[in-house]
């Protein structure tokens, strides 16, 4: 592989910015998901008891613990975190000089401060994914302590970036896995398509179309994803760079296809930067080839190019081959269409997965192995003097530790998948994970398991009224579907997160969603932090005494309907019964979300804000009220254009 330290620093920028990405768009949502007066206050995720705050530390590592000792409860302390969170993303985003491994680590805890009472708003697999493409960052990042002096490359950074590209494969491969190992029939049947567009969480416009593109292309689509997350993985690690190249654009291109289809917040954008680790600085516009001497372009050179070229055709026409294979791709003339489906049953997939993964964790160790002895070299062949030879082996030998502790640990996730695999490891490998569980180190993935939404979205509709007989009228949230004319929009990369849990919510029952009955009684108390992630409240005079929620299922209209709406609908079956303030109220009591306000004894002195409580709460009254997608827009942008300065 070509120098990367160009591609290094691209990706620290990335990072930088999915991380501001990440803490602004919490940060918008922080009073009413967890306020004192939020659906889940964080504040009970941290009880008030005696233990000193070291023990509470250890048990659950999250700076909220020692922020009281400046004068911050937990909501202002998340507000806090993503603050400061935020403002060393800028500062990376600006300065690369700034991008060390020290900013990246501060990054990383705070995130990880806030994922610890997050709760179930915070329990999503791009959040899992953040934290540890963040740690390995902080191992790819440099140890920059001379500010004043441009960051070097270091010959183990190979290794590091080895690991963000394990990781990427990790991540395509099981999503690919999954979808056929769940055994759901839209996936064997190549006709998840035929539902995504419309059911899943927050579409953009762009999804209607779609979703109205002819069938038999909606199948040869489930088929290249497969093709893009299963096949094209396993080039990640060629020796070729052409392999390396055309593996990127295959996986940037069912990403960017996705961003423009749905909004799943920085997932996307944070997989794209993982893709990065496939490249080196000569795709970038940086030319290592300028001092090569006359005899590197000699008969061998030019051999060995042609050989590199001769097997990239030989390896894209294998694959074109086994796509035609094992999903009977045909071309029907006659009705100029593209035929296909699976050319394999479902215990011929499990054996071969049990086949393959064993030859992954081999691939794996014998690739890790190279870049190993490959950064080894360099250390003895491109160093001068003794003592930087030395030190550079040194740092060599530590990151080759950090990289094996990392991969090995990875294993036991890598290998969920497979029953057979995830038994056979070692019973130490096993250990080592679980000691490392409560860091959130690694984890398993596995997008778009099943398809939901078959034959209509369920989607959850809260209604409202003065009366139980009549008077109802819905509360519209900010992005989910609801007003049938109300187009799709564009959020990314912010993720509303009340609006997401809807959407799981309308997949199960409220009595498994303790969290809806939280909103529910929010609503009824007409609280205000609450009713800022709704779009439109129809009680903004006086709060509504009943409150209910119907399950509809949406569909798309189409192409050709006289209708001007996005949407069509149809009732299916109550999902709350009608519900008052006084109905809920032993719930409420039980839950603990209703604070008790201690009124100060006569002659008490009310403590001072501090420093920290006031600039914090100053910061919220200035910017809070601004929606999620335009305070990221107001802070990227002008950092964008910062960062050609610096």
Known sequence: MGKIALTKDALLWCMSSIYLFAFVSLYSQIPGLYGDNGILPARLVLPVDSKPELKKFQHQPTLLWLLPAIGLDVPNGMDFICILGAAISLICMISRRMRDAFMFAALWFLYFSVYQVGQTFLWFQWDILLLETGFLTILLAPMHLFKWRDPVCRHHDSIM????????????????VVKLTSMCPTWWGLTALDWHYESQCIPTPLAWYAHQLPEWFQRLSVVMTYVIEMALPFLFFSPIRNLRLFAFF??????????????????????????ISLLDDQFLGRNNNKNLSANQSSLMSRLMSRLSTTISLVTYAGMVYAMVKYFKITINTKQYRVESEIAFTSDEFFEAIQVAMPYTIGFGIASLALEVLSALWRCLSEDSGFFNKLWSLFQCLIMTFAAVGMFTISLVPHCVVDRTAYHNLWPEIHKMKESTDFLHLTHSYGLFRRM??????????????YYPESGWKPYEFMYKPGNLSAMPPFV???QPRLDWQMWFAALGSYEHNKWFVNLIYRLLDGQQEVLDLIAHNPFENKPPKYVRAKLYHYSYTKFGDTSADWWKRRNAREYLPTVDKDSLMDYVRKSGIIKKVKKPKKGEVTEEPTLAKEITVQIRELIGHLPGPTLICSLFIPAVIMSYFF
Do not use: D
């Open 161 to 176: 970036m080895w690991l963000m590209k394990w990781l990427l494969f990790r991540l395509m491969f099981a999503s690919g």
């Open 492 to 494: 990314a990369p912010h």
């Open 452 to 465: 939901t939404g078959v034959g209509g979205r369920p989607e959850v509709i809260i209604e409202g009224s």
């Open 250 to 275: 295959g996986q940037v291109l069912l990403q960017v296809l996705i961003i423009l289809t749905g909004n799943y917040n920085f997932f996307n954008l944070l997989t794209i930067a993982l893709c």
